[in-house]
């Protein structure tokens, strides 16, 4: 496994890489989400790039930039033992060198939810992606559906500027209790832990709801909602019903639909979301 920490180096790197290139882009503090990433990469191309990069343009004032977990020799080692080729770890400097200036913005899908409640945050997530992909130029890149407003908003950006990639969406993967694996976890307490699987709960009773043929957003939303006010601590920020490509709020469900949740336990903030009506559901 070679590790890069400048553009130029990685570029190199990558000329000398065999057949399809596959990039799973994180912020590092590795977990098996990220790890089961790799593996769908690690199937599909032949050479695996995994990007660890906290970028910053993507918190917003008074957010985890500082005490964002940053254990790279560990994230190195569970790399390698992936079977990651090569890995991107640049600095902030490199990434945004005095003078950078161009950011892209994008809105449909980035609009609401996440969008309003972290101003800047996607315009941050784009540019980083956009900058990423234009580095490591990966056939395929892999992104975890734990964060579904993401991926959308990835793959509008990939269609929109016609970037020559295919956009993979890989399932959550949970705790043993539901809870969706994040590197934000770890802010968890002890105490707190036990109701951070609420958020999952909460979107079980939104399938078991749509499943028992209850077809109207807003009662689902408040069946959502009332599970997760049941959980000390929980403090929901938002819970929608949408459209999952535009995003945009559902008022009956008839055909696809997702279920997104963003809420809080303690100091930290949680997302997690389902789709609620998949093959058969309807
Ligand atoms: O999901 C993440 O870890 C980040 O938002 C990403 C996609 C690596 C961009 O910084």
Not at 257 to 280: C, F, P, Q, Y
Request: charged share 20%; aromatic share 6%; hydrophobic share 45%.
């Amino acid at each position: 496994m070679q590790v890069l920490g400048t553009i130029k180096g990685f570029r190199a790197a990558r000329r000398d890489a065999a057949g399809p290139v596959g990039l799973v882009p994180t912020m590092g503090a590795l977990h098996a989400g990220h790890l089961s990433l790799v593996r769908r990469a690690r199937a599909a191309c032949s050479t695996v790039a995994l990007s660890i990069f906290v970028n910053p343009t993507q918190f917003g004032p008074g957010e985890d930039l500082a005490r964002y977990p940053r254990p790279i020799e560990r994230d190195l080692q569970l790399a390698e033992d992936a079977g990651v080729d090569l890995v991107f770890h640049p600095s902030a400097e490199e990434m945004y060198p005095p003078g950078f200036a161009t950011f892209i913005e994008v809105g449909g899908p980035a609009s609401r939810w996440e969008g309003e409640h972290r101003p800047g945050h996607f315009r941050g997530v784009a540019t980083v992606v956009a900058k990423l992909l234009v580095i490591t130029t990966p056939q395929q890149a892999f992104f975890g559906e734990k964060d579904f407003q993401q991926l959308t908003v990835v793959r509008r950006m990939a269609a929109d500027l016609a970037l020559p990639v295919e956009i993979i969406a890989c399932p959550i993967v949970r705790e043993a209790d539901g809870l969706a694996l994040s590197s934000r976890n770890v802010y968890l307490s002890p105490a707190e832990r036990p109701h951070g699987a609420a958020l999952y709960r909460a979107l079980q009773e939104g399938r078991r709801r749509v499943a028992a043929g209850e077809r109207q957003a807003s009662t689902i939303r408040a069946a959502i909602l009332a599970v997760l006010r049941e959980a000390p601590g929980v403090r929901p920020e938002y819970v929608a019903i949408v459209e999952p490509q535009s995003l945009e709020p559902l008022e009956r469900i008839e055909g696809p639909a997702r279920a997104l949740i963003a809420a809080r336990l303690g100091s930290v903030r949680l997302i997690d979301n389902v789709s609620l009506a998949d093959e058969g559901l309807l």
